[in-house]
C-alpha cells in the first residue's frame, strides 16, 4: 500500500513518533528507515527529504529528548533559583520514566545509557545531541546560579563538563540500584556532592 501524503509539519511529527516507538521497542540497530516509514504510514523517501539520513533523525530524537529533560527540571523554577536538590531527583525520574535505549529490562551489567552507548553504536547521534543540548543548559544554569550567589573564579566550561558526567554516573547507578535504599543513598550523595562542587552550603 502507498504510504498516505500529509503535511510536512504533520509528516515530521509523525516520523518522529514513529522512530521514538519503535526504537524503544527494538532498539536502534535493528530499526531501519523503512520500518519508521511503515510505523509512521510515509514513504521512505519522505524520511530522507525531512532528516537527510537515519544519523540525523537520531540527532533530532537526542536533541528533543534533551529538551524534554530540561523541561522536566525547570518546572516551576526560574533558572537561577534552580539547585542539585530539586534538579538531581528531577533527572533521575526522567530518565527512568523516559528510557529508550535496548537493555532497559536487562541485567546491572548491561542497564543505563553508558552501557547502551558501549553495546549500539548506531545510538551514538542520539546521546551526543542530548548530551550537547544538557551540558549547554548545565552552563547556563550554573552560571545563572553562581552570578544570584555573588561567586566569581568558577571555570563554567570545566565545571559543566565534570557536572554533566557526575549525573551521568548517578544515573547508572541510581538504575542498576539493587535495592530502594541503595537508590536513595545513590540520589542523596550525588545531590551533596554537586552541592559540595558548586559552592552550596551543605545541610
Not at 540525523?56 to 536533541?63: K, N, S, V, Y
Not at 557526575?166 to 552541592?195: F, H, K, M, N, Q
Amino acid at each position: 500500500m502507498r504510504a498516505r501524503r500529509y503535511d510536512p509539519t504533520e509528516t515530521k511529527a509523525r516520523v518522529l513518533a514513529a522512530a521514538h516507538m519503535l526504537f524503544s521497542r527494538q532498539g536502534f540497530a535493528a530499526t531501519g528507515t523503512a520500518d519508521i516509514a511503515r510505523e509512521a504510514d510515509v514513504s521512505e523517501g519522505s524520511i530522507f527529504y525531512h532528516f537527510g539520513s537515519k544519523k540525523a533523525l537520531l540527532q533530532e530524537l537526542g536533541r528533543r529528548h534533551g529538551e524534554a529533560m530540561i523541561a522536566a527540571m525547570e518546572e516551576g523554577y526560574t533558572l537561577e533559583d534552580l539547585e542539585p536538590g530539586i534538579t538531581v531527583p528531577r533527572v533521575l525520574r526522567f530518565v527512568r520514566d523516559n528510557m529508550i535505549w535496548e537493555g532497559a529490562e536487562a541485567e546491572c551489567a548491561d542497564c543505563g545509557p553508558k552501557a547502551a552507548m558501549a553495546s549500539n553504536p548506531d545510538a551514538e547521534p542520539f546521546y551526543h545531541a542530548a548530551k550537547a543540548v544538557t551540558t549547554d543548559w548545565i552552563k547556563r544554569h550554573m552560571q545563572a546560579a553562581l552570578v544570584k550567589r555573588g561567586v566569581t573564579g568558577v571555570d563554567i566550561e570545566i565545571a559543566a563538563s565534570f557536572t554533566h558526567h557526575v549525573v551521568g554516573d548517578a544515573i547508572d547507578r541510581w538504575l542498576c540500584a539493587a535495592s530502594p535504599e541503595e537508590a536513595d543513598r545513590v540520589e542523596r550523595e550525588t545531590v551533596r556532592y554537586i552541592r559540595a562542587a558548586s559552592g552550596y552550603p551543605l545541610d
